[in-house]
């Protein structure tokens, strides 16, 4: 299986910066797309960066000039980095990888981390 680590959230105030971190390891095949999911409290998951393994990125339009999705393909890793935060930022922040696993190279999977809390503070 594939499994998703996370890390860099905290707290920070509103204007500051926080770079998230998400590395893939275990039965590694192939990874696609490699990106960052955030759900807040009563809404739904929704999408706010990915990155594809030719590095094709796409963003939610909320982030766009503030936040910068990148990959390190030789370490199974990606990273966001957030400037400019607002508190509507705040979220639990889920790294989400769309891969291949060595234990079914036929089939593509979605696999997801455990998530990060950003909490923004006005």
């Known amino acids: 299986q594939v499994q998703l680590v996370e890390s860099g959230g905290g707290l920070v105030q509103a204007g500051g910066s926080l770079r998230l971190s998400c590395a893939a390891s275990g039965s590694i095949f192939k990874i696609n797309v490699m990106g960052w999911y955030r759900q807040a409290p009563g809404k739904q998951r929704e999408l706010v960066a990915d990155?594809?393994?030719?590095?094709?990125?796409n963003y939610a339009d909320s982030v766009k000039g503030r936040f910068t999705i990148s990959r390190d393909n030789a370490k199974n890793t990606v990273y966001l980095q957030m400037n400019s935060l607002k508190p509507e930022d705040t979220a639990v922040y889920y790294c989400h990888v769309r891969g291949v696993a060595l234990t079914a190279i036929f089939q593509v999977s979605d696999y997801w981390g455990q998530g990060t809390q950003v909490t923004v503070s006005s």
């Open positions: 990155i594809t393994s030719s590095g094709s990125t």
